[in-house]
């Protein structure tokens, strides 16, 4: 498994968390509990802090990383991503802040300073420009990323069962002698 630490920070995970081995976590990052990180994702808090909650799962070939501080951007940015959270294959996540619930498609990408609220379906390829906020509640598709439509029940309810169903299917994996 590809996690190694860098400059004094190493990676901690929490409980039953399942890591492929073909990932890379790297750095100043945490991830919660009965979490997934599938194939090829990178994780990487090399000049700024990860932080992921509980069963939360990223998905095959995706790209998490922060934005450094500099006289550009005083600060930079931290990636803070909530509770049950489905990050699609090959999205790319960067110095964004990502609430509860939320499901971001496949190929998405979501750049610095972007905040998606709790209870948010970001659409497969959908792009976020850097500094804007998707409101809770609602369907976000394009390039740029604009509100569609109201979420139903239906997918509200979706979030947990997505959460649920990785949290079984990492432990599948995980039985099968993968930590």
Request: charged residues 20%; negative net charge; hydrophobic residues 35%.
């Amino acid at each position: 498994m590809g996690v190694r630490s860098f400059k004094g920070h190493t990676p901690k995970l929490g409980e039953t968390v399942f890591v492929d081995p073909t990932s890379t976590i790297i750095g100043d990052v945490e991830i919660g509990d009965d979490c997934s990180v599938w194939p090829n994702a990178v994780i990487r808090g090399d000049m700024h802090k990860i932080r992921i909650g509980h069963r939360t799962s990223i998905q095959d070939g995706s790209v998490l990383h922060i934005t450094h501080a500099s006289d550009y951007n005083p600060g930079g940015y931290p990636l803070i991503i909530g509770n049950e959270v489905t990050i699609g294959h090959m999205a790319m996540l960067h110095g964004c802040t990502i609430g509860s619930q939320v499901l971001i498609g496949m190929q998405s990408m979501v750049m610095d300073g972007a905040v998606i609220e709790d209870q948010v379906v970001l659409g497969a390829g959908a792009l976020v420009p850097p500094n804007k906020t998707l409101e809770s509640g609602y369907l976000y598709v394009g390039r740029p990323a604009k509100k569609a439509r109201a979420l139903t029940d239906k997918e509200l309810a979706y979030f947990s069962y997505t959460a649920g169903n990785y949290v079984k299917l990492k432990n599948e994996h995980i039985a099968e002698g993968y930590k």
